[in-house]
């Protein structure tokens, strides 16, 4: 028995299961969603596979102009999901589900104008899609660092965000509150990938062609400011080498012009003390972003006292 089995061949190896691909995935998700069209988590889950599928399209491997239907049907479902699981989780602040549902909500909405803006330019953008919906929203939290952010900026700038949290914060306030109409809110990792989007910008704000993304940006940095949201764990690392000053809440480089600008006490935090209060898991990224920006400007935690947040922002702690 022992010679028989160490004469047979060795076993063949059990191949590796492949991962799930977004179709088979989201296949997964519209079969169970046909056996319970009430689940918002579902719907959720949908929502963002969706989104997943437009943001990819602006990636490296950019769609071609011709399959510009394609992703506007997919962002289409997505807004269409998104906005279907927030309805069925409730009131805005009454459960997680329903308020990342709407916050992703607002990641279609952007990734809509994205659309616009490299099929007609920046003064395109939101409004090839009519107006935004009256009942688009995002927790307070994130209303209150997408103001914070926006009016660290100076005048007629351009605000580089790293993340989630701060870009659909800030594209937020920017289009569907108005605040700070001067300001352009541009993801640094879509001007990085998408080269088709951030050609139409350079176009539009009138920079010289360069093949790279760097070299772009250094050339919008000579012409206009450019504020790094201190979501950033530093500000960007380019070539040729940018020299970035610290702001309250954003780094910023370029010309700044004759604008005022906004004293560390004038920034908020009552809506980060509510959602800390409350376990709202995007105060997190919203902490994340303060707290670095307090060991950069001491002097924001005199406002961050005011509003009784020095205890989790460790620089601020006495």
Known sequence: MLVTLLQAPPPTPTPPTPAASPEDSLATLRGRATRDSTDAQLWLLMGRAYLGLGAEAHG????????????RAVLDTAEEALARAAALAGPLGSSTVGDSARVLRVGAWA???WLGWETGGVDAGVETWGPLPMDLRVP?????LGENLLRACPAGGVLLTAGDADFYAAWYMRFARGLRPDLLVV????WRSDAVLRARLAADLKLKTHAGADAW????????????????ERPPETRPRIRWDTRPLVWVAGPEGKGSRVPPRDFVFGALRVALDANDPWAEPALTAYA???RTTPALCEAI??????SEVGTCRR
């Open 140 to 144: 307070p939290v994130l209303e209150e």
């Open 60 to 71: 490296a491997t950019h769609r071609a102009s011709e399959d510009s239907v394609w992703t």
């Open 217 to 232: 940006l250094g050339e919008l940095v000579r012409r206009r400011p450019v504020c790094a949201s201190m979501a950033f």
């Open 305 to 310: 006292a005011t509003f009784r947040v020095s």
């Open 292 to 294: 670095r920006a307090a």
């Open 111 to 113: 990734a809509r104008s």
């Open 187 to 190: 993801p640094l990792a879509a």
